[in-house]
């Protein structure tokens, strides 16, 4: 029997107008954003493919909560319907809300972090590095070998290798270990996803030594899926019950509910240690808001509740990792360098193979970025030396592992024939890939620096 289109589970009930660019425009609007896409007006992007955090289209459903949030400063029935879900989901006893993932990381890591401290990671997120670098600590990154190939096949390329963790540990002393963070998917490794058995054999020597195992869950419904695909005794479990199972194997976890909860703005942290959520509490109070609201409003904490929950149904998430995937092959097919297997929530491509001329100091990735606003005025992001290229004592740039430039596809908001307008953009940008060149850096801060630096194209 022949398999019928995999359709976008829902119908549209509210539209948001595109306005649409020629190539002329896009060149001048990218002179005038210093050739950083995330200077760019987004009334300028036709498709953005920026991120997928906090661009969620919300259900009807999703709207009315809006409509029911309890907006009282305590003990909201908000918060309370949000923690419950949470509760529930993660097993935790303690959660905390936050404005957004990266406020629940920089209390649980200014808390856990500090001098002299190490985590250990798949690979840390960009904020999670910066919130621990921040604290003194360091932040090592140990995804499996297979990780930095990227036409290699595996089913869990997001994967941490285990056998470096045990000798981390043992090198730095446990006590020096702030904690072990699980990425689910990995976001920065390709957005691929992590098996249970690997998360089972961290759990593992984390007891064994005593060390704080922590998940950070953006996206942990599009990890579930590919665990129910690929994973031996998996297929007969729901996305929820999968899920489920890998926070059990948790200490703690922080999300950025802009992904997986399918809202515009929320996080959280969940705890099962008193002491430590207590001290996180405290933190909260001070810098983020009241316990029963963190930084955000009941409306918010309503939107939340019913996206934990919206997006673990089978329709939804076959249609969000199959749509991915549909760009992904697309590409694949027509010879563009993109990370293999295809990941949940982005298409990720090499940049070093697609531009082999162009050297990392000279950015290829952020070259990419440019080509594809100004051939489709689409939005990407590069994710490779720009954003954690560092410099060694002379100043010369010691590159990232990996030059690559990522097309996240935000949940629910585009179309097959949205997708049809990318592919044929990157037809174009085969076709001109040799003359391709460049960029430098003119300017640019300590921290983050891929949000506001500022480029020249090189000649
Ligand atoms: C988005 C993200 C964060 C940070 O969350 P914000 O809501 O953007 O602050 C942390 N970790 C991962 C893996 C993410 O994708």
């Given amino acids: 029997m022949k398999h019928k289109t995999i359709i976008e589970p829902f119908r549209i009930k509210s539209i948001e107008p595109i306005r649409l660019s020629t190539e002329e425009e896009r060149i001048r609007h990218l002179e005038e954003a210093k050739y950083n896409t995330f200077l760019l007006h987004s009334d300028d992007v036709i498709i953005d493919f920026l991120t997928d955090s906090g661009t969620s289209a919300m259900s009807a459903e999703q709207w009315a909560g809006v409509m029911r949030g309890d907006e009282s400063y305590a003990g909201s029935k908000s918060w309370l319907k949000m923690e419950r879900v949470i509760r529930d989901l993660t097993g935790m006893e303690h959660i905390l809300p936050t404005h957004q993932g990266r406020a629940a990381e920089r209390i649980i890591y200014s808390y856990l972090g500090g001098k002299g401290k190490t985590f250990i990671s798949n690979t840390h997120f960009d904020t999670t590095r910066a919130n621990i670098e921040y604290s003194g600590a360091e932040a090592i990154d140990i995804p499996i070998r297979e990780a930095y190939d990227s036409a290699l096949i595996h089913p869990f390329k997001g994967n941490m290798d285990t056998e470096k963790l045990e000798q981390i540990i043992t090198e730095k002393g446990a006590e020096n270990i702030g904690a072990v963070i699980l990425t689910v998917t990995n976001n920065s490794g390709g957005g691929q996803p992590v098996s249970m058995a690997n998360a089972k054999a961290i759990r593992k020597i984390c007891k064994r030594h005593n060390v704080l195992f922590l998940l950070d869950c953006c996206r942990i419904a599009e990890n579930a899926y590919f665990i129910k695909h690929r994973e031996e005794g998996y297929g007969d479990k729901s996305y929820r019950e ?40 405290n933190m909260l109070i001070i810098t983020e808001g009241f316990a029963t609201y963190g930084g955000l409003s009941g409306r918010d904490m309503e939107a939340i509740a019913i996206g934990l929950e919206e997006v673990f149904e089978p329709h939804y998430l076959e249609y969000r990792i199959r749509s991915t995937t549909y760009l992904g092959e697309k590409l694949h097919e027509m010879g563009i360098p993109v990370m293999l297997p295809i990941g949940g929530h982005a298409v990720y491509i090499d940049a070093k193979r697609l531009y082999p001329h162009i050297p990392p100091h000279q950015y290829p990735g952020h070259a990419l970025v440019c080509e594809l606003y100004i051939k489709g005025g689409i939005r990407s992001v590069e994710i490779g030396s720009v954003m954690f290229g560092k410099y060694d004592e002379e100043g010369q740039l010691i590159p990232a592992a990996m030059e690559l430039v990522r097309l996240a596809i935000p949940r629910r908001v585009y179309t097959q024939s949205h997708m049809e307008y990318v592919i044929e953009t990157f037809e174009e940008i085969l076709r001109t890939r040799e003359e391709m060149r460049g960029y430098e850096i003119v300017e640019e801060p300590p921290f983050l620096r891929h949000f506001t630096a500022k480029f020249k194209p090189l000649k």
């Fill in 242 to 281: 999968i899920a489920r199972e890998m926070f059990g194997l948790s200490d703690g976890a922080a999300m950025s509910a802009k992904k997986d909860a399918l809202v515009n703005m929320g996080g959280f942290l969940a705890l099962h240690d008193e002491k430590i959520a207590q001290e996180c509490t």
